[in-house]
């Protein structure tokens, strides 16, 4: 309790945001009458709830050719296909389904990586001034200067000719992760050097506060807002380079994934067009929903955005 | 800058090393069988034998002389290869960028001052899509509806091989453009509007605004002379960041149109395991990120006089 | 004293804000009568309506903000009905405002003589270059700023905040315009500074024959700079009387918290407490507006909208209660 009269008697400050219980439902009300954003959530939620029970309910399991033994292969959609099968037999829709799992877990994991990386990095850099702060700070930049993207298929390359084969999409999310953290790590740098400086902080360093109760109380309710808002940003961006990764042939081989199915079905685009066309537009739905719900986030969070 | 070139060229010569030296790695794509004479004349041209430091040197000496080595997959030299590319895929690159801006512009500030209408909300419902979609199937689409299915357009490369489209070999360059640019053009259009309108939303809350309408100045002019020049300033330093990521950004949509541009490029040499020339994009790519970077300062300063070094 | 005549008159004055949360009724029926030649005072909490009537009269309303009702007649024309572009033409050459905040008022990007320029060249391109030129040095010079030749190439960020504010006067004063607001001209500047703007305002109102509409929270600053007074609370007016009245005898008791809020001593100091808080805008009290902070109010007042009744000559309230309570002014 003597903690939540500390938090009364902190001056207002109006650039200071202290998250306190009523503001999250302050956030969550300002989120919900954002249409876009809760239509971002519903498409997210429904993604997910599809990945965890649509296997389930998969009429063939992951990468299963037995339609071709029918003689089934490259049809159009139907009812017994209702997304076609491609030039092997794989049934399109249940393999979108198997591909909905991949693409979360790539999506979500690599995310959840890139995020905690971003996070420690971030905060050394933005609390350790000279050579450590200049160092991290240079590695940051060093990322983006990079070809990040570039770099990723070629990492996912030459380890699996290289090291090992067996990694499945974990590969992927391994990959993206390591590379997916450094615009994290800067923006929460930048964070921490602003609320760092406000006064109230400096007067409660004066008053003897540690190091640590200043990070956990101050700087990590602030640092917070942020993070969420580009998670679900990453996230959506993630998707959209395993698609590329699976579509250019760099992804590990036999998994189930969006970008696999397009790559197959740009192969023989002119014969079956629907092999690439249904999992490209469950892409663009998820991906939508991440942005919208990002957006939405960004917009509730962030008061100083609004009247 | 210096730091950061040491950094790039002291990562990609690690890569190039993972296996201990880059003859190993360039032996897997010669799937292990590698010729005598071709391994006596890499030995040569990589200082094996000589230690880590000093073959690192080398590497940058060579580099400054713009010597990346010799393609796998081709055998030439792959800095003569690459300026090719680079002009390829800057020309897509640049025409999408030039006219998403023209387009972009407009749209942005109608959409910034009738914020909530239901054009904003269209506008900014499209513009959300163009950056939800991947470039390449979007492209995809695009091959098989017009050159596919109605047969106007052509579906790779360049420049056609032998009859140029339309009669021509201009007219012929510019069909080639019309597909890969006009993705390219949505999805940094999406960028554009959605940064700019942004910006001038707040930019059009400043009192500076309302006093340049107060003095008498014509809306257009508040808006162009005044809303548009603050709220585009910022802008330009990520249209200049990423002018260096649409660099590489585009291997997708520049595979799907079999466009000879760097990400095309590199992805080819990736699969083949061409290392000289995946590492000799990865460094040209850095260095013009570096070199885009710089030059971003300098027009964000003299476009903005508070960052102006005094 | 003989009675001047009206230059503007605003009667029931409606300007709503059309956001997401709902309908903000900023300025929801202020009437106002500026005579020509005066420093009229216009005051009132933050957030009561005083700068949307300014930006009213100016029809530079920001969106989502727009004029719904009301009469604004200027000199003998209704500006509401003008078209917009007679009415640009009455901005800056008629009618010009100097805003609040002088970082954010001028535009970062251009100089200082650049935006003058700017200003004296509007609706007026007859004036060539050279000549604007040396006008904005010359008003440079007005609004008494040092060098003023160095100053016309700088940038706003390299100006004090005292001299960015008269820089801003001085762009107000381009084409010497008849009736001129000024928005809290010196809330964001150092007490020291304040007084000299505020000396400098005083000259200039006399130099250039203006008549001044002062928009401010701060009764030191209406005490010593304006002749009358209109009080506004809520987005309506709730006293108005000449300054000298309203400081001894007022019959408001929001006018009274407001005069019990000044510091004595002749010091000027932000108004603090008026107890409670300005009132939601979307869903105003009922009744009169101020009933849930007047320590008289009664149950009329929670009912009825008070009427605005003349107590004697030039002076006006909105209060059920004015006959009977004895108010406390300065003494």
Known sequence: ?307 | MIPVFIGVTLFTFLIGNAAGNPINLIRLAFKGTLPQNVYLQLVAYYHIGENPLIRYLYYLWDLIHFDLGLSITSQRPVASEIGPWVWTTLYLQLSALALALLIGIPIAIYSARHQHSKSDTTITGIAIFGYSTPTFWLGIIFIYIFSFYLRVLPSSGAVSAITPWWGNWTLDRIAHLILPMTVLTYVQLATIIRLLRGNLLEVLKQDYILAAMASGLKERAVIYGHALRNAITPIITIIGLSLGASLAGAPGLETAFSWPGLGYEFTQAALALDIPTVLGITVIISVMVLVANLATDLVYGFLDPRVRVS | ?331
Not at chain 1, 199 to 224: D, M, S, T, Y
Not at chain 1, 237 to 256: D, Q, S, Y
Not at chain 3, 65 to 81: A, E
């Open chain 1, 1 to 307: 309790m003597s903690q939540l009269t500390e938090e009364q008697t902190a001056p207002p400050k109006r650039v200071h945001r202290q998250r306190s219980a009523t503001q999250w439902a302050v956030a969550w009300r300002r989120f919900k009458r954002n249409k876009s954003g809760v239509a971002g959530l519903a498409i997210v939620i429904a993604f997910v709830v599809f990945a965890i029970f649509g296997p389930l309910f998969a009429p063939y399991p992951p990468r299963s050719t037995e339609s071709l033994l029918q003689g089934q292969a490259g049809q159009p959609p139907s009812w017994k296909h209702p997304f076609g099968t491609e030039i092997n037999g794989i049934d399109v829709f249940s393999d979108s389904i198997w591909g909905a799992r991949n693409d979360l877990w790539i999506g979500v994991a690599a995310t959840a990586i890139a995020t905690l990386i971003g996070l420690a990095v971030g905060a050394l850099a933005g609390y350790s001034r000279g050579v450590i702060g200049g160092i991290l700070l240079g590695i940051i930049q060093f990322f983006f200067v990079i070809p990040t993207l570039l770099l990723i298929l070629l990492f996912s390359r030459v380890f699996q000719v290289l090291v090992y084969q067996g990694f499945g999409v974990n590969l992927i999310v391994l990959i993206l992760g390591l590379f997916g953290w450094p615009g994290i790590s800067f923006v929460i740098r930048g964070e921490i050097f602003r609320v760092r400086e406000l006064e109230f902080i400096q007067a409660e360093k004066a008053l003897g506060a540690g190091n640590l109760r200043i990070l956990f109380r101050h700087i990590v309710p602030n640092v917070l807002t942020p993070v969420i808002v580009l998670a679900s940003l990453l996230v959506a961006g993630n998707i959209l380079t395993e698609v590329v990764l699976f579509f250019l042939g760099f992804g590990p081989a036999n998994v189930a994934t969006w970008g696999e199915l397009i790559e197959e079905g740009v192969q023989y685009v002119s014969v079956y067009p629907w092999v690439a066309l249904f999992p490209g537009l469950l892409v663009v739905t998820l991906v939508l929903g991440f942005n919208l719900l990002g957006d939405g986030l960004a917009d509730a969070l962030n008061p100083r955005l609004r009247e």
């Open chain 3, 1 to 331: 004293m003989k009675a001047l005549e009206d230059l503007l008159k605003v009667e029931d004055l409606r300007t709503y804000f059309f956001t997401e949360a709902g309908v903000v009724k900023a300025v929801d029926g202020i009437s106002l009568d500026v005579r020509k030649g005066e420093s009229h005072g216009l005051v009132g909490e933050s957030g009561s309506g005083k700068s949307v009537t300014a930006l009213s009269v100016m029809r530079i309303v920001p969106k989502p903000g727009k004029i719904v009702g009301g009469k604004i007649s200027f000199d003998g024309t209704d500006l509401l009905t003008l078209k917009e572009d007679d009415m640009r033409r009455v901005r800056g050459s008629k009618i010009a405002m100097v805003f609040q905040d002088p970082i954010s008022s001028l535009d970062p990007l251009y100089t200082v003589g650049k935006q003058l320029i700017e200003a004296i060249r509007a609706n007026n391109e007859t004036v060539s270059k050279e000549q604007a030129r040396d006008m904005a040095i010359s008003l440079l010079s007005n609004v008494e700023i040092s060098e003023p030749e160095r100053r016309f190439n700088q940038y706003p960020h390299e100006l004090s905040g005292g001299m960015k504010q008269r820089i801003a006067i001085a762009r107000a004063l381009a084409r010497t315009p008849t009736l001129l607001f000024a928005d809290e001209p010196t809330t964001n500047l150092d007490v020291t500074i304040q007084a000299q703007v505020l000396n400098l305002m005083k000259d200039l109102k006399k130099n250039f024959n203006m008549t001044l509409v002062l928009i401010t929270h701060d009764m030191g600053i209406i005490a010593e700079m304006t002749s009358r007074v209109t009080v506004v609370y809520a987005g309506q007016v709730s006293e108005s009387a000449e300054t000298h009245t309203l400081f001894y005898h007022p019959t408001h008791p929001y006018t009274e918290a407001l005069l019990k809020a000044v510091p004595r001593l002749d010091k000027r100091k932000q108004l603090q407490s008026v107890g409670g808080n300005i009132p939601n805008l979307i869903d105003p009290p009922t009744g009169c507006r101020f009933h849930p902070r007047c320590p008289y109010a009664i149950q009329i007042c929670k009912e009825k909208v008070p009427d605005y009744e003349e107590v004697e000559t030039d002076h006006f309230v909105a209060c059920h209660r004015w006959k009977e309570l004895s108010l406390v002014g300065v003494q």
